[in-house]
């Protein structure tokens, strides 16, 4: 089993709906998680980080985090055709590493 | 604004050459890594390092080196390269040594071509 598990997509949503990412983690012992965005020829960047259960809201983005089903999640209200690249799910694992899941692809149309 | 960038944005090189990425950040941050992106892969870490002339291995430190002489300047060796390591190779840096669960901050990428 991979450390980290994403569905590759592409996820495709409307514009304006919710985008709804989701990530599974093997490692019961890591505490901190994160969400990268990654446009397409370029190197990811940072929009969220998330270190205790519940939600963490930040604008238009939500990451979710639920500990004891090992899940994390990343919610984009009124998505835009620019929130369109790849969804970089981390975490820091075993050997206190981060670690990275494959990526999902979303694409948002107008 | 934190600035990380890498010597080249592509490179051909063929089977056996010895091969360098460069990697220089310019705000004073401990930690460097580089990695590997390949499609459903993911990123995978090769190597990292938290301080001057120190280095951990990652996932993946087969078939590759690395140095840091100076805290700003972090390289990838590749001793002789094989088309098995063509990919996009990407360095990153973050703040406090040490310290994982923070950001890391993403140079463009090398997108290398061993033929």
């Known amino acids: 089993q991979k450390e980290v598990e994403q569905n590759s997509g592409p996820l495709s949503v409307p514009e304006g709906a919710i985008a709804s990412l989701n990530c599974t983690y093997s490692d019961r012992g890591s505490q901190s998680f994160f969400w990268y965005r990654q446009y397409s020829g370029k190197s990811p960047e940072l929009i969220m980080s998330?270190?205790?259960?519940g939600d963490k809201e930040d604008g238009r983005f939500t990451a979710q985090l639920n500990k004891a089903s090992q899940y994390v999640s990343l919610l984009i209200r009124d998505s835009q055709p620019s929130d369109s690249a790849t969804y970089l799910c981390?975490?820091?694992?075993?050997?206190?590493?981060?670690?990275f899941g494959a990526g999902t692809i979303l694409r948002v149309k107008s | 604004d934190v600035k990380v960038t890498q010597s080249s944005r592509y490179l051909v090189k063929r089977t056996g050459e010895k091969v360098f990425l460069e990697c220089v950040q310019d705000?004073?941050?401990?930690?460097m890594f580089w990695y590997r992106q390949d499609p459903g892969l993911g990123l995978r870490l090769i190597y990292f390092s938290y301080d001057v002339k120190m280095k951990e291995k990652g996932d993946i430190p087969e078939g590759y080196s690395v140095s840091r002489e100076k805290k700003e300047r972090f390289s990838l060796i590749l001793e002789s390269a094989s088309t098995n390591q063509t990919s996009m190779y990407l360095c990153?840096?973050?703040?406090?040594?040490?310290?994982?669960?923070?950001?890391?901050?993403f140079g463009p990428g090398t997108r290398l071509l061993v033929l």
């Open positions: 990153a840096s973050s703040p406090n040594k040490g310290v994982w669960g923070e950001t890391q901050y």
């Open positions: 705000m004073d941050h401990e930690n």
């Open positions: 998330i270190y205790s259960n």
């Open positions: 981390a975490l820091v694992g075993y050997g206190n590493k981060l670690v």
